[in-house]
């Protein structure tokens, strides 16, 4: 019968695993490392992380067809309404979005991305493009299909899909 990890501390026989074998540690630093990075890039053009996030979101819903609603766009972007309407103040203030009364549901407001919101956006991908291929630079073509393959089934997989959207900032 083996003791439990209470058991043997103090006894000198427990020796922790280094935290280089922790997922949990290593995909902190690995986001919190690459976000950092991305949150300094991106603030040289007046963007956040969040707001980055949503205008992606906005401009995808439309180039492919989907549903425009402000709602619609916050399930797209996983974030919760009332973050969702954060973001969108400020992208409206910045002349970056527009929105518009649904005429099928006049509670509900399209969201569009405007021409100044996709000329941002495309300076952002490059600046994003730019710091990821920074911070995986150890890894080669292969490996970074590979760890976007198994990050995007960690965030979109049979768990994460029945997630409620957070909020975030």
């Known amino acids: 019968m083996t003791d439990s990890a209470e058991e ?3 006894r000198g026989e427990f020796v922790p695993r280094p935290l280089t074998e922790h997922m949990g540690w290593l995909m902190s630093r690995a986001a919190h490392a690459l976000g950092a990075a991305l949150t300094e890039s991106l603030a040289h053009l ?3 992380l969040r707001d980055y996030a949503v205008l992606i979101a906005a401009e995808r819903v439309v180039a492919t067809g989907g549903p425009r609603t402000q709602l619609a766009l916050a399930r797209a972007a996983r974030l919760d309404k009332s973050t969702m309407v954060v973001a969108l103040d400020a992208l409206e203030g910045a002349g970056l979005v527009e929105r518009k009364p649904d005429a099928k549901d006049r509670r509900a407001r399209i969201v569009e991305p405007t ?6 956006l495309a300076r952002a991908e490059e600046i994003v493009t730019g710091v990821e ?3 995986l630079a150890d890894l080669d ?3 970074r299909r590979v760890l976007r393959d198994l990050l995007r089934r960690l965030v979109l997989g049979r768990r994460a899909a029945s997630e409620e959207p957070r909020p975030c900032s």
């Open 115 to 120: 021409n100044a919101g996709r000329e941002l």
């Open 133 to 135: 291929d920074e911070a």
């Open 141 to 143: 073509a292969e490996e």
């Open 46 to 48: 007046g963007l956040n």
């Open 8 to 10: 043997r501390v103090g």
